[in-house]
């Protein structure tokens, strides 16, 4: 980065997210995309939703070609602080009780579902054998 480069801390960045002042944060690089909002092949509100953030998981998945990104450059502003942008979230799967008490019922479930015709059809043999034990009998 060079001494004439503009320094942004994040909090900045995220004040910009609206129509008339869009900025977007990818790979540490700040963009004012503003004036590109409305040649955006995606959309403008592409553009929209990705500000605010670190928009650069957004940008990578899409695979933007090296016209796009050497057209990026016209709309490059600065860098930002790293030490300013937050600990990304990652998602945690749930394994507290609460989830396993949640799949029991649905395993009891499946068996009773299995079981009950099961003991229609014996008791319905029963009836039958015991009807025609009877009628050998008289």
């Not at 960045?13 to 040649?39: A, G, M, P």
């Not at 942008?85 to 579902?113: C, D, H, N, V, W």
Request: hydrophobic fraction near 35%; charged fraction near 30%; charge should be negative.
């Amino acid at each position: 980065m060079g001494s004439g480069e503009k320094v942004f801390v994040y909090e900045d960045l995220v004040k910009h997210k609206d129509r008339n002042d869009c900025w977007l944060l990818i790979s540490r690089k700040v963009y004012n995309v503003t004036q590109f909002l409305e040649d955006h092949p995606g959309g403008d509100e592409v553009l929209l939703a990705a500000s605010g953030k670190d928009a650069t998981n957004d940008f990578e998945d899409v695979g933007h070609s090296d016209d796009a990104r050497e057209q990026m450059q016209k709309y490059y502003i600065g860098e930002v602080d790293a030490t300013t942008i937050p600990a990304r979230r990652m998602y945690k799967a749930q394994t507290s009780t609460a989830a396993t008490q949640q799949e029991e019922p649905g395993f009891l479930f499946k068996i009773i579902q299995f079981l009950v015709p099961l003991l229609i059809l014996g008791f319905a043999f029963g009836l039958q054998f015991l009807g025609k034990k009877e009628k050998t009998e008289t």
